[in-house]
């Protein structure tokens, strides 16, 4: 596959090829400009590709119907945009007949029970003041929160995260992908990130470099090779280490 935006002729990927088998987790790694978020662009079909083709189960996914295709899909993209409804209604995307159920699970799993509890369980609670002068504004973390929720409650097989930890906090950074690892088994998982040691529960790690997967196989493997994801991983690692030097003095 081959792909450059509309408008340009510098290729984001040239003959980029990779594979994730169904039920297993992929990471996608690589520096700022790499081209992460463009994959999640094509896989979605926000984008097309310029040349060749996306398979799903040996099948172009442009032979599908669209909203069929995207009816597989979860994502989570790096900006999440809140509408002026009830909690509830951002998370289903439903204004009624929503799964009370599925509903509480998708609030735990994404790690928005203490806001829920905080705010009396309210599933009608308002959300931003662009509506109602009562609404609740929320934090950064907590509106990525509503957006994993949002995917979670979709219940898709396949989900898509496009650094979907952003805002958070290293703590609840750390606990979202100890859950991620739980609730992703059992179904296809691509992972979109910039910090490295996130990519660990993943069954393997892809680094984007010059348009094609220079680098492919687990955490540990990459490692061993002293390639780019090592250069990248140590370098992270460093950064990290001097942070929390500093932090600590």
């Avoid at 590709?49 to 995207?70: C, K, S, V, W």
């Avoid at 990525?144 to 989900?159: D, F, H, P, V």
């Avoid at 100890?178 to 992703?184: D, M, N």
Wanted: proline content about 2%.
């Amino acid at each position: 596959m081959s792909f450059h935006y509309p408008g340009t002729d510098e290729n984001v990927y040239t003959d980029f090829s990779f594979t994730i088998k169904a039920g297993k987790k992929l990471a996608i790694v690589g520096i700022n400009g790499a081209g992460k978020t463009t994959l999640v662009k094509l896989v979605t079909r926000l984008y097309d590709p310029t040349e060749g083709e996306i398979l799903l189960n040996g099948t172009d996914i442009r032979r599908f119907a669209l909203q069929d295709y995207r009816n597989l899909l979860a994502a989570v993209f790096q900006d999440i945009n809140l509408f002026a409804m009830t909690f509830q209604e951002n998370i289903t995307c439903e204004e009624d007949g929503a799964d009370g159920e599925r509903l509480l699970a998708a609030i735990e799993e994404a790690g928005l029970s203490a806001f829920y509890e905080q705010h009396g369980k309210n599933p009608d609670l308002p959300l931003t003041k662009y509506l109602y002068h009562d609404g609740v504004d929320v934090s950064g973390g907590e509106k990525q929160k509503i957006g994993i929720a949002r995917a979670l409650y979709k219940n898709g097989k396949i989900l898509i995260f496009d650094e979907p930890t952003a805002a958070l906090d290293a703590h609840a950074e750390y606990t979202l992908y100890h859950e991620l690892a739980e609730i992703s088994k059992g179904r296809t998982l691509l992972f979109i990130s910039h910090r490295l040691a996130s990519t660990r529960f993943c069954d393997e790690i892809a680094l984007i470099d010059g348009g094609r997967v220079a680098e492919l196989g687990t955490h540990e493997e990459l490692l061993e090779k002293k390639g780019k994801y090592y250069q990248m991983f140590m370098a992270q690692k460093k950064y990290y280490e001097e942070g929390e030097a500093t932090h600590e003095a």
